[in-house]
């Protein structure tokens, strides 16, 4: 019977009271514990996926530059003695083009005889065994129309041509990356070659995902020596599937400095002005220009006043003034700007002529024209990869130097 005297509890009663008390103050901070290690587990994940993994597999970017609208060659043509055209094989010329005929193509013209004063005066040259040196003379220009990421394609075209980099000059119209199998192999050879580029349209969609995908300001075009710059963010999805885009998230920052550098129009100087069927010489040249897809004829007067994604996209103009393009070729009414561009260029003096070196247009492939010279060929559609040479050769003792080109190509494997 239980008095004042008898504890309330026994002693086993008591232990497991205390050991209750124990495990509710073990489960509170147990409790605390696992949010605490939670919210480091999530931090650190955090920190894996933000910070150190992009850090190690996403390549640093850099701001983009202006692209310039319209650069000048800083080089020049060494006139060649006819030892060295022979050496070169040069010497034996063979017409090129595409059998394929259409309702844009041009029309062949043949070339006048020298008028007296209508002539571009060419320097006096003696024929000589090697080529005469000029101030930052190169022994040919060779100019290759869209590559496409087909660098073994790019490398047996070069080697068929015997491509010199100390001595020649190379220049890619464009899209000399996408579609194929290696265009970081291409971007890494032309970087390391020192190779000129003009910027195509699918190198400036490249550019556009880059900055899209590091948050960038999205590219812009500028004048050759303008300081202005255009501030504004792309609106497209950043996350996508296209090509450009997944190459884009690979670009280190040497390969985005080299596209960045490439320039819309590239000034050649003087060219060839002749029938490409014949390849006697001329001793007529006009100025020269490269672009990707084309230019407008109605604003050659200042080549900076060109709109640039004309230059990158354009194939055809549209009615009724055909000062309006559209890279639809099957838009309605539209004329391919070629054909428009030979009958303004017909009515010019020769002095204001302007022959254009292109790509582009793969579907009408290598289309070679008096006043424009097509060099796309759908190599990457297993077509043919194509390249324009031009030289300057010395003509007979104590004659004028005469202008020269020839096409090339290999069939893309």
Not at 34 to 56: D, K
Not at 199 to 204: I, P, Q, V
Request: charged share 30%; aromatic share 10%; glycine share 6%.
């Amino acid at each position: 019977m239980a008095n004042e005297l008898t504890p309330l509890k026994s002693n086993d009663e008591a232990d497991d009271y205390y050991l209750e008390e124990e495990e509710e103050e073990w489960s509170q901070t147990a409790i605390y514990a696992m949010w605490g290690g939670g919210v480091a587990v999530c931090l650190g994940m955090l920190y894996l996926f933000i910070f150190f993994l992009p850090s190690v597999y996403i390549p640093v970017a850099r701001p983009l530059d202006g692209v310039v609208k319209v650069a000048e060659l800083d080089v020049g043509l060494s006139v060649l003695s006819p030892k060295r055209v022979k050496e070169l094989g040069l010497d034996k010329f063979q017409f090129i083009d595409n059998d394929k005929k259409d309702e844009d193509e041009d029309d062949y013209e043949v070339d006048e005889a020298n008028k007296d004063g209508n002539d571009y005066e060419a320097d006096e040259q003696e024929d000589g065994e090697h080529a005469v040196s000029t101030a930052n003379g190169v022994e040919r220009y060779i100019l290759v129309g869209d590559v496409h990421g087909e660098y073994q394609n790019l490398q047996r075209l070069l080697k068929k041509i015997s491509y010199n980099k100390k001595t020649d000059y190379l220049l890619l119209l464009g899209d000399f990356i996408t579609k194929g199998p290696d265009s970081l192999k291409v971007l890494d050879w032309a970087i390391e070659n020192d190779v000129d580029c003009i910027l195509g349209n699918h190198e400036y969609y490249v550019l556009q995902n880059y900055a899209q995908f590091h948050n960038l300001y999205a590219p812009f075009f500028q004048d050759l020596n303008s300081t202005s710059m255009e501030t504004h963010f792309s609106t497209r999805d950043k996350f996508n599937n296209d090509p450009e885009y997944l190459l884009a998230k690979k670009l280190q920052l040497h390969q985005v400095e080299y596209i960045n550098k490439c320039s819309v129009i590239k000034r050649l100087g003087q060219v060839p002005f002749h029938n490409p069927e014949a390849n006697n010489g001329t001793k007529r040249s006009v100025q020269g220009a490269a672009v990707h897809a084309g230019l407008r004829w109605d604003l050659l007067a200042d080549l900076n006043e060109q709109e640039p994604m004309d230059n990158l996209e354009m194939r055809k103009l549209l009615p009724p003034f055909y000062n309006e393009t559209t890279d639809d070729p099957h838009a309605e009414g539209a004329i391919g700007w070629t054909k428009i561009y030979k009958n303004k260029q017909k009515a010019l003096s020769l002095k204001d002529k302007l022959v254009v070196y292109y790509g582009h247009d793969a579907r009408r492939g290598l289309r070679l024209s008096k006043y424009t010279r097509g060099l796309d060929s759908r190599c990457n559609a297993g077509g043919h990869l194509s390249a324009m040479i031009i030289w300057k050769e010395a003509g007979a003792k104590g004659k004028k130097v005469v202008y020269k080109e020839q096409a090339f190509q290999v069939e893309c494997k």
